[in-house]
């Protein structure tokens, strides 16, 4: 890699900028959990078993997807980091519908288990206010607008970090985009690890307590 690439890859951000991207996707998560895919997907006898082909077939799409628009290098490359994520989102997000309705789940899918289900392996603490562990049962607090704009911001300052790390590869012909399509491959895969493990369990929706706030 030449010392240009290097210097161009490795720049440090202003917190400025930083806290622009971080607020930016913020909103945009907000908006994106708002739109709850339509799946044809019906309950299964063995969801677990038939939640397989649909996750090898999604990871596969968004390594594909992640991949290729990651191969323009240079500034040209840095313009699709965003695109490459809503790409990727909307790809999980069919998926976490598509397993809820392979446990006949799908009727009751809520944004506050749609935003759990895409992002617990990344921001685990970024949702402590929209869901709640109780031995086997699990309850998801049915938040206001307020609450689950809060939690996507704090989810878009890890997610910023994310593709800031991740614009190293916008400068890497070819071995960035495999690496870059490797991740997609393996976070979508974590995304439904997470919501098979939900939807495996009882689910309960409740009201956001106010105390406190």
């Excluded at 607020?23 to 078993?49: C, Y």
């Excluded at 006949?104 to 506050?112: I, V, Y």
């Excluded at 071995?175 to 490797?182: E, F, I, P, Q, R």
């Amino acid at each position: 890699m030449s010392n240009e690439v290097v210097k161009a890859a490795s720049f440090p951000v202003p917190a400025k900028t930083f806290d622009t991207v971080a607020q930016k996707l913020g909103e945009t998560i907000l908006d994106f959990i708002g739109k709850i895919p339509f799946t044809n997907k019906r309950k299964a006898s063995q969801p677990s078993v038939e939640a397989r082909t649909l996750i090898r077939a999604a990871a596969s799409k968004a390594a594909l997807t992640s991949g290729s628009l990651a191969l323009p290098i240079g500034p040209l490359g840095m313009l699709t980091l965003i695109p490459d994520l809503i790409a990727v989102w909307k790809i999980q997000a069919q998926l976490v519908a598509d397993i809820a309705a392979l446990y006949g789940k799908d009727a009751a899918l809520t944004r506050e288990q749609m935003i759990y289900c895409l992002f617990r392996h990344l921001a685990a603490q970024a949702l402590r206010d929209v869901i709640v562990r109780a031995g086997e049962r699990v309850l998801i607090r049915s938040a206001s607008l307020g609450v689950l704009q809060t939690t996507a911001n704090r989810i878009g300052v890890h997610v910023a970090q994310k593709v800031i790390g991740k614009s190293i590869s916008r400068w890497i012909p070819i071995a960035g985009a495999l690496g870059v399509g490797a991740y997609a491959y393996f976070d979508t895969h974590q995304v439904a690890a997470t919501a098979i493990e939900l939807f495996e369990q009882d689910v309960d929706v409740g009201q956001m307590s106010t105390e406190g706030r």
